[in-house]
């Protein structure tokens, strides 16, 4: 048996800052019934990567450990049990659980089939491993749990990320009001420009003034926030009655209170998420993907691209996604 091609795949062998990562060069791994084998164009970069690679996520890192959530790319081989891709076939991979094994920075990388998804025609490989995470993460917070309906007003925390730009274009289709929130006006007109329909500069305004100041008190119905911390006082201050805070990042370094007298009196519902829970139910998993694809399809969905590095360049690209600079993704290119 002739050996099997080696593929160039970023590893992390400690925990650490960017300059951790390596890129090896690993046998090209076997491919099962339904799987699809994938040459890489472009990977996305998340800012659960930086944390995984810290050791700071929700899942851990088996070492040596391969990193990375999605990427774009063609098919090149599937297994005897994919019926519905082909060769030559443009397409996305879409966050899977298990970062030390299914990693997609890397050359080629093999995926099971229910997590390979056309490209739409419309997209280029930047946009296609630029929209899953966002997208996939949004959906199952905003859609399924949150139900936001015409009108309804939804604050946007740390809006500038990929993440918080995904929010603002699907809560715009859903007829939602967008509120977000920065730290500093130097990223105003941007996310304004993005489809929010006010901007808070959190560094420079008070934040609970600043929304009763645009809604009035007790109209704010749904909270999406990145940050945690002490800003959750504020955040359940303005809600509505019967309003719902999602959780679904960590960003402030400061303990996040559980607002309980404010939660008894409103009749809140506060909790945690993660994009998981979207995959792991097969009809919640089935209804992301087809409101995510038909978004791409129409355009109502669009990923913003910050900035693309080159695939050498992963440790700089790090750092990039570390610094906050960016407004948008930030993406690796392969060719």
């Not at 593929?7 to 890129?23: N, Q, S, Y």
């Not at 607002?259 to 097969?282: H, M, N």
């Not at 993907?289 to 669009?302: N, P």
Request: proline content about 4%; aromatic content about 6%; charged content about 20%.
């Amino acid at each position: 048996m002739s050996p099997r091609k080696l593929i160039r795949t970023v590893r992390f062998h400690e925990l650490g800052g960017p300059e951790v990562l390596t890129i090896d060069s690993l046998a090209s791994p076997s491919l099962q019934a339904n799987d699809v084998r994938i040459a890489v164009k472009v990977v996305g970069l998340n800012r659960a990567d930086a944390m995984f690679r810290r050791g700071s996520y929700i899942e851990k890192a088996d070492f040596p450990s391969r990193i990375g959530y999605e990427a774009s790319g063609i098919v090149i081989e599937v297994g005897e049990e994919v019926n519905h891709l082909r060769l030559g076939d443009e397409v996305c991979i879409v966050p899977q659980m298990g970062l030390s094994q299914n990693g997609c920075y890397a050359e080629e990388v093999v995926v099971p089939n229910e997590y390979v998804a056309l490209k739409p025609a419309g997209l280029t490989f930047a946009e296609g491993a630029a929209a899953w995470m966002q997208y996939l993460t949004v959906y199952g917070a905003l859609v399924e749990i949150a139900n936001v309906q015409k009108g309804d007003a939804v604050l946007i925390t740390a809006a500038s990320s990929s993440v918080g730009l995904a929010a603002i274009q699907i809560v715009n289709s859903l007829g939602g009001i967008p509120i977000a929130t920065t730290l500093t006006g130097a990223k105003k007109a941007a996310v304004l420009k993005a489809g929010a329909a006010h901007v808070i500069a959190t560094q420079e305004e008070p934040l609970l003034d600043s929304l009763r100041g645009i809604l009035g008190e007790n109209n704010l119905k749904v909270a999406f926030d990145a940050v945690g911390g002490p800003q959750i006082a504020e955040i359940a201050e303005a809600m509505s009655p019967e309003g719902t805070i999602i959780v679904h990042g960590a960003l402030s370094p400061e303990v996040t209170p559980f607002p309980l007298k404010i939660a008894l009196r409103k009749s809140l519902t506060v909790r945690g998420y993660v994009f998981t829970e979207v995959i792991k139910d097969i009809e919640r998993f089935r209804r992301a993907k087809q409101f995510i694809h038909s978004g791409l399809s129409e355009g109502t969905l669009k990923p913003v691209i910050d900035r693309s590095f080159k695939f050498e360049e992963i440790v700089a690209a790090h750092h990039y996604l570390e610094s906050n600079q960016q407004i948008g993704k930030i993406v690796v290119e392969l060719d």
